[in-house]
C-alpha cells in the first residue's frame, strides 16, 4: 500500500504506474484519476499480489514521489492462533 501524507491523510502515490512499469514480476496494478480541483491525479486503486512478488524493490527505486518504501516486514506467518 502506498504510504500516506501524515498532515492530509491522503495518499502520497500520484498514480503515475512508474511502479507498475519497473516491476519484473507483473504484480502491481495502480489506477487512478484527476479529481476536480487537484493538480495531481489521486489513486483509487492500488493492488499488490505478494504471492507473485520477487522483494526486487524495483518499484520502491522507480517510485518519483517515495510513495513506496523498503520494509522490513516480509514473514507475516506466526506460530500461534492468536497472532
Known amino acids: 500500500m502506498p504510504l500516506r501524507d501524515t498532515t492530509t491523510g491522503k495518499s502520497v502515490c500520484i498514480a503515475c504506474k512508474s511502479c ?47 510513495a513506496l518504501e523498503f520494509s522490513k516486514e516480509y514473514n507475516l506467518a506466526s506460530t500461534t492462533k492468536e497472532s
Not at 24 to 35: A, L, N, Q, W
Not at 46 to 63: I, M, P, Q, Y
Open 20 to 66: 507498475e512499469k519497473a516491476c519484473p514480476s507483473d504484480c502491481i496494478i495502480v489506477d487512478g484519476i484527476k479529481r476536480e480541483g487537484e493538480k495531481k491525479k489521486s489513486v483509487t486503486d492500488f493492488r499488490l499480489d505478494f504471492t507473485k512478488c520477487s522483494l526486487c524493490g524495483s518499484c520502491v527505486e522507480a517510485c518519483p514521489v517515495d
